[in-house]
């Protein structure tokens, strides 16, 4: 008798026959691969992958011997032997990483082509009495190149081919060993039961909604949606305002087009984690907490071990494994690090992907250095996968050239110039140079004024000019969550009741904070920033016009650097074109320029061309692909700020538990990101301590943080991070 899985009884009564293993795998990953056309290869990799368990040596193993066993390169060697070498590569990549990882094809020196070259491994040959290989020889990948990369197609191929086998794997493993957690696997609401619950929201919602030109565009806007769910699975942009209601109307289509398709799950791609909170809370109140995955590195459930009895909190951590629920909110990193991943655990929940609604919203904030192998991935998914990817914003990328001919977006808005003309509450003023000294004396001749500017030292500088005034305030990613929130409520009370305030901020206000001020000032940056500070200001539409200010600061704190300084260069000449500089089609332009300006850069890290050199050989490098596929670097570090009763408790909690992870979600809030050189300098310092090796807590709140203005460090003259992992 061969076994897969023991359990502690000796007489082996209990244990997992290694034949229904096999089968179980085989089956589970061809009913995932099936929804991509490839379940003969799914079906073979699961029955193969853990055929090097019929070794006497793992056997013995399973009986209690300490001794090391390969078992997943037999499974590989053996496709060798029976396919040819395009089926037979491809069930290699996915058997031999299904523990490690996706390898490198690599040398004989290192990678696959070094595992498949090893001595004799321990006889396995056992596996002939009881499966049977299938007949691959009249097998291809049903696969549509795009762009003419077709080794990147097949990579990603191979890439979903091992999501289906690794979480078949972990599912079967799990259905066995650990019966009672697999019970709480899925159970949540049909989409039929989803579906009426946003009617239902929905129609509560438009209601009781104020007749006004504006809530007449809304519902436009909406209804819009909804009947562009009819068209078949493809590329859409939505192009909104600001103000336009996106969120949910993007929803809307998402749904109706999900129905219409048989499609399988809805996702939401967003690149802060501040706009993820509260897209997450609104969908959670409308559809229940059990069928939303918020997932990104601040809310990872999976790092809340143990411990807990909360049924529902496990349900997530499961979900948050393979992404089986109906309805996930993620990250920009989360999503596209995962795409390009070796890893297991990031690659498992990737073929949960075909057959999906993929919402990218702020899509204009896609990684730039990354623009092309992120769209190409698109691409794959929408050509290959069956999915629908819809980019969504109100300062649509102009894509063109950067997409395959055959698969340009589809704007599901009837006229986006004319929501633009209706929503379009500012006017937008080119100041030019300008240094601090005036730029402060504008602001305070402003009753209520924001003023964004692109460095921390920039905000640091100028708000130390303002602050003898009690009524202004300073913003920045150098404020943990909960403080800015405690600084944001107090603002909104100020510019609702007319009182003074003035703010200095960072780029951090330009995503998704819900603000309103008469009067805004923006240090030139990119388009796409400056009409993100323009939607704070008349936000609400009180006055006939808002004063939007752009300028170019002549400090040198002040002004733009590295890439900033190359989106502000860009967006000076869209001021100097445009009469109206935020208008579709200088946007348009801007973002034309910009992907021109940046060529070969838009993959900085040459991620395509490395599938296309070995193509003959289906030679890919995915180890390699996965350490260069960054979108934030590894330079930051996480610091827990003690900044209230509530976080000192909660630290404490940590400090005393065995299970530190089970508070991360509860310290979201009270966490800064700094660069790993200010992280050692307040080591040496001795200012942070480190709890389980995981959490920084910064010690000395007095002397390194500022209710003004968060962590100090008066050498660190660092910028904001654009992005949020």
Not at 330 to 357: D, M
Not at 559 to 588: C, N, Y
Not at 698 to 716: A, C, F, H, P
Request: charged share 25%; glycine share 6%.
């Amino acid at each position: 008798m061969y076994y897969a899985h023991s359990t502690d009884r000796q007489d082996k009564y209990d244990w997992q026959f290694l034949k229904d293993h096999l089968e179980n795998v085989a089956d589970i990953a061809s009913g995932f691969s099936r929804e991509f056309n490839a379940k003969e290869f799914g079906y073979s990799a699961g029955l193969l992958h853990d055929i090097g368990k019929y070794s006497p040596e793992f056997q013995r193993r399973l009986d209690g011997a300490k001794i090391r066993v390969d078992h997943s390169t037999a499974g590989a060697l053996e496709a060798k032997k029976l396919y040819g070498i395009f089926q037979s590569r491809i069930l290699e990549y996915v058997i031999t990483g299904h523990h490690g990882g996706l390898l490198n094809y690599g040398t004989k020196e290192c990678g696959l082509d070094e595992r498949l070259s090893r001595p004799v491994l321990s006889d396995y040959s056992a596996y002939k009495n009881e499966i049977s290989a299938p007949d691959l020889s009249k097998v291809r990948p049903s696969l549509t190149p795009i762009n003419n990369k077709l080794g990147f197609a097949i990579s990603f191929y191979i890439r979903m081919l091992f999501s289906c086998l690794v979480d078949a794997d972990f599912l079967d493993t799990e259905r066995f060993l650990s019966p009672d957690k697999s019970s709480l696997r899925g159970q949540y609401e049909p989409f039929d039961d989803l579906f009426l619950k946003f009617d239902n929201y929905m129609k509560a919602k438009l209601s009781t909604s104020e007749e006004n030109p504006i809530n007449r565009y809304r519902r436009e806007i909406y209804e819009q949606c909804i009947e562009k769910a009819e068209l078949p699975p493809q590329i859409f942009s939505l192009t909104v305002p600001t103000g336009g209601g996106k969120t949910l109307s993007s929803m809307a289509f998402a749904l109706d087009h999900l129905r219409k398709h048989n499609l399988n799950r809805i996702l939401y791609v967003i690149p802060y984690t501040s706009i993820i909170e509260q897209n997450a809370d609104i969908f959670r109140e409308i559809f229940g907490n059990k069928n939303v995955l918020e997932h990104h590195s601040n809310y990872d459930p999976k790092n809340e071990k143990s411990e807990s009895t909360d049924l529902l909190q496990e349900k997530l951590k499961l979900s948050s494994e393979n992404w089986d629920i109906p309805i996930i909110i993620t990250t920009n990193v989360q999503f596209f690090e995962s795409l390009f991943s070796n890893r297991v655990s990031r690659c498992r929940k990737l073929h949960n992907l075909a057959k999906s609604v993929i919402i990218l919203d702020e899509a204009q904030m896609l990684p730039t250095g990354f623009l092309k192998p992120c769209l190409s991935a698109l691409s794959e998914l929408v050509v290959n996968y069956g999915s629908t990817v819809v980019i969504c914003t109100a300062t649509q990328p102009n894509l063109n050239g950067l997409l395959d001919e055959n698969i340009k977006p589809v704007e599901i808005t009837r006229s986006p110039q004319e929501l633009y003309e209706a929503f379009r509450r500012v006017h937008v003023t080119d100041l030019g140079d300008i240094d601090d000294s005036d730029l402060s004396a504008r602001l305070n001749a402003h009753k209520q004024a924001l003023c964004i500017v692109n460095t921390r030292k920039h905000a640091q500088k100028l708000y130390e000019q303002l602050s003898e005034s009690e009524s202004c305030y300073h913003l920045s990613a150098r404020m943990c969550p909960v403080h800015r929130r405690m600084k944001l409520k107090k603002i909104k009370n100020l510019l609702k009741e007319g009182a003074e305030c003035r703010v200095i901020s960072t780029q951090l206000i330009e995503a998704g904070v819900d603000i309103d001020f008469p009067a805004v000032y923006r240090t030139i940056s990119g388009i796409d920033s400056v009409c993100q500070a323009s939607g704070r200001c008349n936000r609400e539409g009180k006055m006939a016009s808002g004063e939007v200010y752009v300028f170019r600061s002549t400090e040198d704190y002040g002004k733009a650097t590295h890439w900033q300084s190359r989106v502000a260069e860009i967006g000076s000449m869209i001021f100097d074109e445009w009469d109206d500089p935020l208008s579709l089609p200088a946007v348009d332009s801007y973002f034309e320029k910009l992907y021109s300006y940046e060529g070969d850069k838009l993959d900085k890290k040459r991620i395509l061309p490395s599938f296309e050199e070995r193509l003959r050989d289906v030679a890919f490098p995915f180890e390699d692909v996965a350490d260069a596929f960054n979108l934030i670097g590894n330079d930051t570090r996480d610091i827990i700020i003690p900044y209230d009763d509530k976080a000192r408790s909660i630290i404490k909690q940590m400090q005393q538990t065995g299970f530190p992870g089970k508070y991360a979600r509860n310290l979201q809030g009270y966490t800064v990101s700094i660069y790993v050189e200010e992280f050692k300098a307040l080591e040496r310092n001795n200012a942070i301590s480190s709890i389980a090796d995981r959490f920084f807590v910064l010690n000395k709140l007095k002397d390194y943080y500022s209710e003004d203005t968060g962590l100090l460090n008066r050498k660190y003259n660092g910028e904001d991070l654009l992005l949020i992992a």
